[in-house]
């Protein structure tokens, strides 16, 4: 008992902005949320990420906070969501790959067999990559996080013409490198057209 009234004092404090009670609550909780997060992820500095979204999202609500219920439920639900969201991010980014080992599978080819494989996604990475900045953006938003012309341009305050427009120079600059290179115009078309 004596533990959950000091929890209960410490996020009655952060709510008035007490940095030392949130340090506190970082002291207390901040290796469990590591190790639970851990226990999913796999992996130290996503774990680390997972813990710091946590405690900033703890930070920027404090004073929402209920000191009635109880916070280490509320910690572990807000760390959940963060690694179901690192998962689904996960999940879109590498939606391009997956369709291009679908389209190998289709006709039967193991990806261990195919020598092109690992060249044309470092290829595809590269080309990426020396978009200009703001078309690169839209590109990803569009393309690996699958959001839709709407949300990047009212995100990025442009219209949804502008964002079309963006996402026709990329396909057409990534069509015409790929066939400088002489790679399937038909394996571009199914990794990228919808």
Known sequence: MND???EQELVALLQK???TAFEGLFEQYSQKLYRFSFSYLKSESE????VQEVFLKIWENRTRLKTGSSFQSYLFTIAFNSIRKNFNKKARQNQFRT???DFLSVDNLSLENHPDYETLLSK?????DQMPARRKEI????KKEGKSVRDIADNMNISPK????????A???????FNKDRISGMLFFYIFLE
């Open 17 to 19: 902005g007490s940095i």
């Open 171 to 177: 396909m057409n600059y990534l069509k015409n490198e």
């Open 139 to 142: 590109f990803l938003k569009r």
């Open 47 to 50: 774990s680390e990420d997972v």
């Open 124 to 128: 595809l990475d590269e080309l990426i």
């Open 99 to 101: 369709d291009l080992f």
């Open 162 to 169: 502008t964002v079309e427009n963006q996402i026709t120079e």
């Open 4 to 6: 959950l009234q000091t």
